[in-house]
């Protein structure tokens, strides 16, 4: 169990340190409504001040209107700067070409559109480029290359879902936040833990005896652990291990 109160103060010191390190004063990010990037958002504000952070709403046709009203909620609670762009023409003028795209190739479009956009007002405002992907979204692959997972720093990435949490109580982030189901809001109704097969509770015991126990998969059937959400897990792991890694170059006798 994370100590609240010394994992914020972690959290805001690396910001600080590592936004200044790079040469930036300022940073920006974007703002789905969802909890992840509220808790960056709120560590962003009490690392450099309000005014210095820029928060960018980008919803699509499809988004749920709760994701732009939860946005709103933390602008107005952080009283940072914010900004909304829609992606509906641009995301629409690529696919009308593509009648046959999947939801699954229309999302990652999405994710990679709205990264472009923070990167391009990285360059406008001089703002750090900031991460909102967790750990345990990471280590299932539930990211998209070069989307959501780009990014220059990402103070939550050690953060498995739970202590988002739970480190977003703390802070007194609006509860309708907490208290939403987590959704890519890549379609009406969708949610992670539908789309996964599993929950983020049993995921985040799972990977955390993977990972910070170093059990292997017959320790955790010793556990008592599903069978079947721990072939889930590990096969999602084991899949988007070339996420997590820098691209791979092939290396040259001299």
Known sequence: ?????ETHEILVNFLKENINKAGFKKAVLGLSGGIDSALVAYLLRDALGAENVLAIMMPYKS????SLLHAKMVVEDLKINAKIIEITEMIDAYFKNEPDATMLRKGNK????????????????????????NKTETYLGYSTQ???SACA????????KSDVWALSKYLKIPQPLI???????????????????LTYKEAD???YALLEESCSEEELLKKGF????IKNIITRMTRSEYKRRMPLIAKLKR
Request: charged fraction near 30%; avoid cysteine.
């Open 226 to 229: 599903n069978p079947d959400i």
């Open 146 to 148: 070069f989307g959501d």
């Open 63 to 66: 988004s749920n209107p709760d």
């Open 110 to 133: 999405m994710a990679r559109e709205r990264m472009t956009i923070l990167f391009d007002y990285s360059a406008k405002e001089g703002a750090l480029v900031i991460g909102t992907s």
């Open 153 to 160: 720093i990402n103070p939550i990435g050690d953060l498995y």
């Open 205 to 207: 015991k799972i990977l």
């Open 179 to 197: 208290d939403k189901k987590p959704s890519a809001d890549l379609w009406e109704g969708q949610t992670d833990e539908q789309e996964m097969g």
């Open 1 to 5: 169990m994370l100590n609240l109160k």
